[in-house]
């Protein structure tokens, strides 16, 4: 099955600044997507990664502080951008398995904003 | 009201019981089911798909009411090692976009 690999695992950022993580599927994947999990929460969808084009985003989030790129089929990136200690959370990216059409995850960003 | 809900727990049960957990969720033209497990501090994985007949793999066993709308999960014979969260997670389209929404997951603590 498809492996992701996410990068960075952790983190701990300055309030105001911004982090981007990546995400390298090993193969080619239709569908990406990018999650966030609070503490004691469960996941919730950021945005859909579309491959060559702008981001599909959920309520409550927007491009300007979450941009999305998708540059080809197999990487993404997410940006999180002019932190606050809300922010702090896992980040998780996710995609498809071409094999058996199930979600799979990478294995996450921990990020602190203090 | 949550598109998807669940029992967060915990469930403390000795080894070798057996409990089940269950699911709703709101949107009765849902398409597909699954139920993850997250360890602590790892990414959720797949532990099965929740099929409209039902689904079993070993010890697990996954059923979906669409009447009532909840999918559940039972496990027999409980292993310290399946200590960890389980969620539930729902597609709520049609089609291909494979978008899931997740409940806020059941921890189950398995005591020897």
């Known amino acids: 099955s498809a492996v992701i690999s996410q990068k960075p695992s952790r983190d701990i950022c300055q309030r105001g600044t911004s982090l981007t993580i990546q995400c390298q599927v090993d193969s080619q994947v239709t569908m990406m997507f990018w999650y966030r999990q609070q503490p004691g929460q469960s996941l919730t969808l950021i945005a859909t990664?579309?491959?060559?084009?702008?981001?599909?985003?959920e309520s409550g989030f927007v491009i300007d502080k979450f941009p999305i790129s998708r540059p080809n089929l197999t990487f993404s990136t997410l940006t999180v951008s002019n932190m606050s200690p809300e922010d702090s959370s896992i980040y998780l990216c996710?995609?498809?398995?071409?094999?058996?059409?199930?979600?799979?995850f990478g294995s996450g960003t921990q990020l602190s904003v203090l | 009201r949550k598109e998807v809900e669940q029992d967060p727990g915990p469930f403390n049960v000795p080894e070798g019981a057996t409990v089940a957990f269950n699911c709703t969720y709101s949107n009765s033209a849902s398409q597909s089911f699954f139920w993850y497990r997250q360890d602590c501090r790892k990414e959720p994985k797949l532990l099965m798909s929740?099929?409209?007949s039902g689904n079993e793999d070993g010890r697990f066993t996954a059923q979906l009411n669409r009447a009532s709308q909840y999918i559940s999960l039972l496990i027999r014979d409980s292993k310290l090692s399946d200590s960890a969260t389980y969620l539930c997670a729902v597609s709520p389209y049609g089609g291909a976009t494979n978008k899931l929404i997740f409940g806020t997951g059941t921890l189950l603590a398995v005591q020897p």
């Open positions: 929740v099929y409209s």
């Open positions: 996710s995609a498809i398995d071409a094999t058996n059409e199930k979600l799979f």
């Open positions: 990664a579309n491959q060559g084009s702008e981001a599909t985003y």
